[in-house]
């Protein structure tokens, strides 16, 4: 059973750092491009970033540019989310989610398959 759980949400204060990580089991990683969305409540699901599964090319939405960085541990089957300089509007639920073939930009969140949970992330002081 494919599974994705995120992990590493919670409180932190504007400008603060926070890593999210996403587990998967039931399937080998490097065998998919991985995706983070978030979402705000009432608003559609936003792509944040990806990571290819073949280079580990990477794409970041502008509004994250130089804050946030992906990565990929294939080895513990594990996607990571460093986010940096976090402001307030940036308290969302956060998702990881898995494709073997996408593009990975625009990230387009009905072209993914496998999500996870999702993880809330609350930057506040």
């Known amino acids: 059973q494919v599974q994705l759980v995120e992990s590493g949400g919670g409180l932190v204060q504007p400008g603060g750092s926070l890593r999210l990580s996403c587990q998967a089991s039931?399937?080998?990683?490097?065998?998919?491009?991985i995706g983070w969305f978030r979402q705000a409540p009432g608003k559609e699901r936003e792509g944040v970033s990806c990571?290819?599964?073949?280079?580990?090319?990477?794409y970041y939405t502008d509004a994250v540019k130089g804050r946030f960085t992906i990565s990929r541990d294939n080895a513990k089957n594990t996607a990571y989310l460093q986010m940096n300089s976090l402001k307030p509007e940036e308290t969302v639920v956060y998702y990881c989610?898995?494709?073997?073939?996408?593009?990975?930009?625009?990230?387009?969140?009905?072209?993914?398959?496998?999500w996870g949970k999702g993880a809330l992330v609350n930057v506040s002081s």
């Open positions: 989610a898995a494709e073997e073939v996408v593009a990975i930009a625009p990230m387009l969140d009905w072209e993914w398959a496998h």
């Open positions: 039931g399937f080998k990683l490097e065998k998919y491009h």
């Open positions: 990571i290819s599964k073949s280079d580990d090319t990477s």
